[in-house]
């Protein structure tokens, strides 16, 4: 459990193994690097029941690799407690958007705050596309805008 005075931030997708496990990693890397390991509880999860289970997409993996950035997920679907423990949901597209906003609709003590990730784009791309049927540049562009994002997500939210 986190300490007292801790922030948290769920990364979601549609199936949790490309996009939200990339911004779970790299805003873990921020997080690190600027020592606020013991301030944060990162994680990631998916809209959809597709992907339960799996690792991360291995495109996503090579990219991260490549980046030096460490990656470590099982995907999981988001649970009605996400939306009564987490602090932020930051989600990749409409659909992911929409889906949540609706579920958390049903939630009594929804306290997250549900937004675009690209929302803190500097570059002001709000979408995040799924790079799951693209192919190695489309996971380096959402590492490039999942690494803009959560330097203005963390800098915003210290």
Known sequence: ??????????????????R???AEAVFRKL??????????RIDSA????????????YRGQNCMKKHGVAMKH??????????ATFDYILCMD????????????QIKNCKAKIE?????DPQKQMIIQDPYYGDESDF???????LRCCRAFLEEAR
């Open 140 to 146: 380096e562009t959402v590492y490039q805008q999942c």
């Open 74 to 83: 099982v995907a999981r679907q988001v649970t009605k407690e996400d939306f």
């Open 46 to 57: 998916a809209t959809s029941t597709y992907e339960i289970g799996n690792p991360p997409d």
């Open 1 to 18: 459990m986190a300490e007292p005075g801790c922030k948290s931030v769920l990364f979601v997708c549609l199936g949790n193994i490309c």
């Open 31 to 40: 997080v690190t690097e600027q020592k606020l390991s013991d301030y944060w």
């Open 116 to 120: 675009l990730l690209g929302s803190y």
């Open 94 to 105: 409409e659909s992911n958007l929409r889906d949540l906003t609706r579920k958390s609709n």
């Open 20 to 22: 939200s496990p990339i």
